[in-house]
Antibody
Framework: EVQLLESGGGLVQPGGSLRLSCIASGLRFNYYAMNWVRQAPGKGLEWVSTISNTGVDTHYPDSVKGRFTISRDNSKNTVYLQMDSLRVEDTAIYYC????????????WGQGTMVSVSS | DIVMTQSPLSSPVTLGQPASISCRSSQSLVHADGNTYLSWLQQRPGQPPRLLIYHISNRFPGVPDRFSGSGAGTDFTLKISRVEAEDVGVYYCMQATQYPQTFGPGTKVDIK
């Protein structure tokens, strides 16, 4: 069974940092691009980042560019999201998800990890 | 950025009746490679999203055939032929033709 398990969320003050991790099991991790997607409380979905299967290519929306960094360690089946200079508006559930590149569709999602940014 | 809009934003439906959700993009979703990267996701209460449809109309494995997708260019539709209780949730369209990937605001489907 394919599973994604996020960790690393928590409460942090504005301006602080967190690193999220997502460990994958049941799939050939190095075959797949990966996404981070977030959902603020009671709100819709927002794409946060994509990393290619090799880790060479990364993409971000303007809302997090320069503050968030996605990376991966294929030897550990893990993708990371380093979040710096956090803002109150970054408060959300952060989902790790597999991106099927040939379809540009996100088919497997983790359960998410909650990030709260508050003073 | 490509802006995705959906209508209606809320859809109360009777069990066994059909439901239809419209999704529109601010520009064509046809990629230079000829594909249209439009997908539909379902999010049940308290759950992560689930992929239903990709490439406009292709049902993901395990998705019931009462779900269907259609459309082209900038106008797309998700239809549920006969709504069941387990279909309650929020439905999102998503485009990945161009970065940033963007989602529609979501359509809440619940039972009358």
């Amino acid at each position: 069974e394919v599973q994604l398990l996020e960790s690393g969320g928590g409460l942090v003050q504005p301006g602080g940092s967190l690193r999220l991790s997502c460990i994958a099991s049941g799939l050939r991790f190095n075959y797949y691009a990966m996404n981070w997607v977030r959902q603020a409380p009671g709100k819709g979905l927002e794409w946060v980042s994509t990393i290619s299967n090799t880790g060479v290519d990364t993409h971000y929306p303007d809302s997090v560019k320069g503050r968030f960094t996605i990376s991966r360690d294929n030897s550990k089946n893990t993708v990371y999201l380093q979040m710096d200079s956090l803002r109150v508006e970054d408060t959300a559930i952060y989902y790790c998800a597999r991106l099927l590149w040939e379809f540009r569709a996100v088919d497997i999602w983790g359960q998410g990890t909650m990030v709260s940014v508050s003073s | 950025d490509i802006v995705m809009t959906q209508s209606p934003l809320s859809s109360p439906v009777t069990l066994g009746q059909p439901a239809s959700i419209s999704c529109r993009s601010s520009q064509s979703l046809v990629h230079a490679d000829g594909n249209t990267y439009l997908s539909w996701l379902q999010q049940r209460p308290g759950q992560p999203p689930r992929l239903l449809i990709y490439h406009i109309s292709n049902r993901f494995p395990g998705v019931p055939d009462r779900f269907s997708g259609s459309g082209a260019g900038t106008d797309f539709t998700l239809k549920i032929s006969r709504v069941e209780a387990e279909d309650v949730g929020v439905y999102y369209c998503m485009q990945a033709t161009q970065y940033p990937q963007t989602f529609g605001p979501g359509t809440k489907v619940d039972i009358k």
